[in-house]
């Protein structure tokens, strides 16, 4: 069997059933020879079917909104985006899933929320599907608006990345500034507290020469007075025995 049902997926855009590509398991050469006679065969009788303009419609479907490829079981399936048209039914059951959603993954009502960026963004892929099946010009104009929205936001992220390094680089700056400051601070007082102990050890010193000074100047005029006490003492002895002398003469 080359297709299946799987249950509906994750995401607001409407893909068709998954289709079998390939087979990862040999076959026997006869099997797979009428296998590839059968699949040429289909492909054939799709092509005659299909129309010019609903290949280029899928072609454009599938530049936008490229198939999914995943692997299972050791086969390789595709599931491609739908080519059924929209009806005011799909876009009220469109709302209506987006605001399911939107309540079921706690999105946020206001601010940055990539929960409900994720979802908007599959809701407005899904609807530039349904306008590009309608009108394939006017789906292109939408992929437009929409390469353009992302760019607008990816230079927006990388500007509030870059902002927050560079914040996180003048925080840094600002604390290895004031750590340096701090530690200024701290050799100044340091030096601040030695110089204190220096004037303490000067004025000792000072005090201690004063202390000095002022011993050796009352020595040294205790001294002046004693030396003076005596010539004077010496000088009467001299002059009263010079008076001495000269008195018998007369």
């Known amino acids: 069997m080359a297709e299946r049902i799987i249950p509906l997926s994750t995401t607001l855009v409407k893909y068709d059933n998954p289709v079998l590509v390939t087979k990862h398991e040999e076959k026997k050469p006869a099997l797979a020879k009428e296998r590839s006679g059968e699949e040429s065969h289909t492909r054939a009788k799709s092509a005659a079917i299909l129309t010019d303009a609903r290949r280029e419609t899928e072609e454009i479907l599938n530049t936008i909104l490229p198939p999914k490829e995943w692997e299972e079981e050791g086969q390789l399936w595709r599931q491609n985006v739908s080519t059924t048209p929209a009806t005011r039914l799909d876009v009220i059951n469109l709302q209506e899933q987006l605001d399911m959603r939107l309540q079921q993954q706690q999105a946020r009502e206001t601010g940055i929320c ?11 892929d899904e609807i530039i599907r349904q306008v590009t099946i309608n009108c394939a010009e006017r789906g292109l104009l939408l992929l437009r608006v929409r390469d353009e929205m992302r760019m607008t936001i990816e230079a927006y992220q990388a500007l509030y990345c870059s902002s927050i390094a560079f914040g996180m680089r003048k925080a840094l700056q600002a604390e290895q500034g004031k750590s340096d400051l701090q ?23 000072a005090e201690q020469a004063d202390r000095r000074a002022a011993e050796t100047r009352l020595a040294e005029e205790r001294k002046h007075t004693e030396e003076i006490a005596f010539l004077m003492k010496t000088n009467q002895q001299l002059k009263t025995q010079l008076e001495g002398i000269i008195a018998p003469k007369k």
Do not use: A, G, W
């Open 183 to 205: 530690q200024d601070v701290d050799d100044l007082k340091r030096e601040k507290q030695e110089l204190e102990h220096q004037i303490i050890e000067l004025k000792q010193r």
């Open 114 to 124: 990539p929960v409900r960026r994720e979802l908007y963004t599959q809701c407005f």
